[in-house]
């Protein structure tokens, strides 16, 4: 007997290892194969669902509800599986001992199922709203921390704090309600267990009195209930996890089940050597998300293999809108665009994006290496490359400051501005090769001088190749042999340079005064600030704080020289009010700056204020 039930102890602990080693091996499987789904789902839903969900909320449920739901999994279904297979095998003992006290115990239990299943029923949109506040709160850190130095600029820290608070909350409502719910079901079990001990033993002392049982049958069910509810109990924890996963995989499919682009697989995944002639026919587009309101009317324009068209325009003119569906980002309602004669609508969306190398006005770094960064999603591009493009951008001198070149690992701790990371997706763009290119504001982030050096490094980019420009800055589009003057979503004038200037161009500008003159002089004042920069980059600006316990120097360009602390006036310790005297400082020089600025730039234009350009 001994050694029987030793084997059943082995055998039980074999199997429940089996079982564990099963569950964690499929739903670790399960999880793989859904991040790889979402994944491969990012790149098919259409431009759209990005506008209407914050990137925190899809990365929540990539990472956070996929984790939810592989752990409900792999912590419930084994409980549930075998709690089931001990209620069963409890109520075949029970029916076949007495069939009578086994009715009754299964009608209290049912009473029981059917209040668990009435809770679960109103608890499981408050397990939805878990995640989704969830989500909405990760996307929401996901932003502020992004904009972090805008906030702290701003001083927005309180209304940032405020509106998490609010946030927070709701996560707090959320999880209170639905723990609070799902919690009820283990103590109800407990009570149903109670009324199925009472129930049995009134009935079965009973029917001992009638002689029908025996009283040995009364304990044995006694025992059997207990074997039955506790199971119950199991169920009930393991469903209040299920919920929770249940709430996540809701989540996920609803992403993953969400409108994907049009399938393209009979399109041409080939077009023959790309010359560059494009052609925009009668373009008429409005975003599906409002569809009333028409961006493009009425586009139309023949742009030759080679050319470099420069799109200008006021805000909200369609300008990048016209870039994003050449790029089939969008599709259009009517019209057509061509490249080469044929419409980019019968070409693939992959054939169409290696036909341009595109540089926008948002820089895209990620954490790897300088060259990993420059030659992304790039083969064969040697190092002698690498050194000529940076040299053409104005790279070079930084990339060979790095420590390790342009093996450096580019991280928060290697500092780098905003300029320098335009000219790093520049660089990039000119390493793919294509045969059009597309600046959007590319130069919106460096300086004048960084900008020359850019323009001659665009020229020859640029030669031989259709490019188009959308920028507001004169140097960036004279040189163009196309201007598009766009408003409202139409070409209202189109020409090189020279062509508006002598008919008076850019109709629709404020002011009187000649366009022709207006240029001219904009351009000696853009050589006289020019010098004034240079002049200024060498001058010096002190502003102090906390009556003396700070003070800082910042230099023309704006960038901190030298921080004193005066440890007599302000406890080192205290960092908090040291960062508070130090930003204080800093923006007061700062103001300083633009008030020298200002001077020194009112010495140039003798105190005229010149209308926007575009």
Same mark, same amino acid.
């Given at each position: 007997?001994?050694?029987?039930?030793?084997?059943?102890?082995?055998?039980?602990?074999?199997?429940?290892?089996? %079982?564990?080693?099963?569950?964690?091996? @499929?739903?670790?499987?399960?999880?793989?194969?859904?991040?790889?789904?979402?994944?491969?789902?990012?790149?098919?839903?259409?431009?759209?669902?990005?506008?209407?969900?914050?990137?925190?909320?899809?990365?929540?449920?990539?990472?956070?509800?996929?984790? /939810?739901?592989? %752990?409900?999994?792999?912590?419930?279904?084994?409980?549930?599986?075998?709690?089931?297979?001990?209620?069963?095998?409890?109520?075949?003992?029970?029916?076949?001992?007495?069939?009578?006290?086994?009715?009754?115990?299964?009608?209290?239990?049912?009473?029981?199922?059917? +209040?668990?299943?009435?809770?679960?029923?109103?608890?499981?949109?408050?397990?939805?709203?878990?995640?989704?506040?969830?989500?909405?709160?990760?996307?929401? #850190?996901?932003?502020?921390?992004?904009?972090?130095?805008?906030?702290?600029?701003?001083?927005?820290?309180?209304?940032?704090?405020?509106?998490?608070?609010?946030?927070?909350?709701?996560?707090?409502?959320?999880?209170?309600?639905?723990?609070?719910?799902?919690?009820?079901?283990?103590?109800?079990?407990?009570?149903?267990?109670?009324?199925?001990?009472?129930?049995?033993?009134?009935?079965?002392?009973?029917?001992?009195?009638?002689?029908?049982? /025996?009283?040995?049958?009364?304990?044995?069910?006694? +025992?059997?209930?207990?074997?039955?509810?506790?199971?119950?109990?199991?169920?009930?924890?393991?469903? =209040?996890?299920?919920?929770?996963?249940?709430?996540?995989?809701?989540?996920?499919?609803?992403?993953?089940?969400?409108?994907?682009?049009?399938?393209?697989?009979?399109?041409?995944?080939?077009?023959?050597?790309?010359?560059?002639?494009?052609?925009?026919?009668?373009?008429?587009?409005?975003?599906?998300?409002?569809?009333?309101?028409?961006?493009?009317?009425?586009?139309?324009?023949?742009?030759?293999?080679?050319?470099?068209?420069?799109?200008?325009?006021? /805000?909200?003119?369609?300008?990048?809108?016209?870039?994003?569906?050449?790029?089939?980002?969008?599709?259009?309602?009517?019209?057509?665009?061509?490249?080469?004669? =044929?419409?980019?609508?019968?070409?693939?969306?992959?054939?169409?994006?290696?036909?341009?190398?595109?540089?926008?006005?948002?820089?895209?770094?990620?954490?790897?290496?300088?060259?990993?960064?420059?030659?992304?999603?790039?083969?064969?591009?040697?190092?002698?490359?690498?050194?000529?493009?940076? &040299?053409?951008?104005?790279?070079?001198?930084?990339?060979?400051?790095?420590?390790?070149?342009?093996?450096? @690992?580019?991280?928060?701790?290697?500092?780098?501005?905003?300029?320098?990371?335009?000219?790093? /997706?520049?660089?990039?763009?000119?390493?793919?090769?294509?045969?059009?290119?597309?600046?959007?504001?590319?130069?919106?982030?460096?300086?004048?001088?960084?900008?020359?050096?850019?323009?001659?490094?665009?020229?020859?980019?640029?030669?031989?190749?259709?490019?188009?420009?959308?920028?507001?800055?004169?140097?960036?589009?004279?040189?163009?042999?196309?201007?598009? #003057?766009?408003?409202?979503?139409?070409?209202?004038?189109?020409?090189?340079?020279?062509?508006?200037?002598?008919?008076?161009?850019?109709?629709?500008?404020?002011?009187?005064?000649?366009?022709?003159?207006?240029?001219?002089?904009?351009?000696?004042?853009?050589?006289?600030?020019? &010098?004034?920069?240079?002049?200024?980059?060498?001058?010096?600006?002190?502003?102090?704080?906390?009556?003396?316990?700070?003070? @800082?120097? @910042?230099?023309?360009?704006?960038?901190?020289?030298?921080?004193?602390?005066?440890?007599?006036?302000?406890?080192?310790?205290?960092?908090?009010?040291?960062?508070?005297?130090? =930003? =204080?400082?800093?923006?007061?020089?700062?103001?300083?700056?633009?008030?020298?600025?200002?001077?020194?730039?009112?010495?140039?234009?003798?105190?005229?204020?010149?209308?926007?350009?575009?």
């Amino acid at each position: 007997v001994g050694i029987f039930l030793g084997a059943i102890y082995i055998s039980s602990s074999l199997f429940t290892f089996i %079982q564990q080693y099963i569950m964690a091996t @499929v739903t670790l499987k399960m999880s793989y194969r859904m991040r790889s789904d979402l994944s491969r789902k990012i790149n098919c839903v259409p431009q759209k669902y990005f506008n209407s969900h914050s990137q925190g909320d899809i990365l929540s449920r990539i990472t956070n509800d996929v984790s /939810t739901l592989q %752990q409900g999994l792999t912590n419930s279904l084994p409980t549930i599986i075998s709690a089931a297979a001990q209620f069963v095998g409890c109520l075949i003992m029970m029916f076949v001992t007495e069939w009578r006290l086994a009715l009754i115990s299964l009608f209290i239990t049912f009473l029981g199922l059917f +209040l668990i299943v009435f809770i679960m029923s109103k608890s499981q949109k408050y397990f939805l709203d878990r995640q989704e506040s969830l989500g909405k709160l990760n996307g929401y #850190v996901e932003e502020m921390y992004s904009g972090h130095e805008v906030v702290r600029i701003s001083r927005g820290a309180d209304n940032v704090k405020k509106h998490f608070g609010g946030l927070n909350e709701a996560v707090y409502n959320a999880n209170w309600k639905s723990q609070f719910l799902s919690g009820i079901m283990q103590p109800l079990m407990n009570v149903i267990g109670n009324l199925a001990y009472v129930a049995v033993c009134v009935f079965g002392s009973m029917l001992a009195l009638n002689g029908t049982i /025996t009283f040995g049958v009364i304990i044995s069910f006694i +025992l059997y209930v207990r074997l039955f509810t506790s199971p119950l109990g199991q169920i009930a924890q393991g469903m =209040t996890n299920m919920q929770t996963a249940s709430a996540s995989a809701q989540r996920i499919f609803d992403f993953i089940e969400s409108e994907e682009l049009s399938d393209e697989s009979d399109k041409s995944s080939e077009m023959p050597e790309v010359k560059g002639n494009v052609s925009f026919e009668n373009v008429r587009f409005s975003y599906p998300d409002t569809p009333d309101k028409v961006i493009i009317k009425n586009f139309s324009a023949e742009v030759k293999a080679g050319q470099k068209v420069a799109i200008v325009g006021p /805000t909200g003119a369609g300008k990048t809108t016209m870039v994003n569906l050449l790029m089939r980002f969008f599709e259009i309602n009517s019209g057509s665009i061509s490249i080469d004669g =044929t419409p980019i609508s019968q070409l693939s969306r992959e054939t169409v994006h290696n036909m341009f190398s595109m540089v926008l006005q948002d820089t895209w770094l990620f954490e790897g290496t300088v060259r990993e960064n420059l030659v992304y999603n790039m083969e064969g591009i040697s190092d002698e490359s690498l050194e000529r493009v940076c &040299k053409a951008c104005g790279l070079d001198k930084f990339v060979h400051t790095l420590p390790e070149g342009f093996d450096t @690992v580019l991280s928060e701790s290697v500092a780098i501005s905003a300029g320098q990371k335009q000219l790093l /997706t520049i660089a990039r763009a000119m390493l793919q090769n294509a045969p059009m290119l597309i600046l959007d504001e590319a130069t919106s982030s460096v300086d004048t001088r960084t900008e020359l050096l850019i323009q001659r490094a665009m020229d020859k980019l640029t030669k031989g190749r259709t490019s188009f420009v959308i920028a507001h800055r004169l140097s960036t589009i004279k040189n163009a042999d196309l201007i598009l #003057v766009m408003r409202d979503g139409d070409v209202i004038e189109s020409g090189n340079h020279e062509t508006l200037m002598a008919k008076g161009g850019f109709r629709g500008m404020p002011g009187g005064m000649n366009q022709a003159a207006m240029m001219k002089q904009a351009q000696k004042m853009q050589q006289d600030m020019l &010098k004034m920069q240079e002049e200024l980059k060498n001058r010096t600006v002190e502003a102090t704080a906390g009556g003396g316990a700070v003070t @800082v120097v @910042v230099t023309g360009r704006k960038t901190v020289e030298k921080v004193t602390i005066a440890p007599s006036a302000v406890d080192p310790e205290d960092v908090e009010m040291l960062e508070d005297l130090v =930003t =204080t400082a800093i923006n007061e020089a700062m103001r300083k700056v633009d008030e020298m600025t200002e001077k020194e730039m009112g010495k140039i234009t003798g105190g005229m204020k010149l209308p926007g350009m575009f």
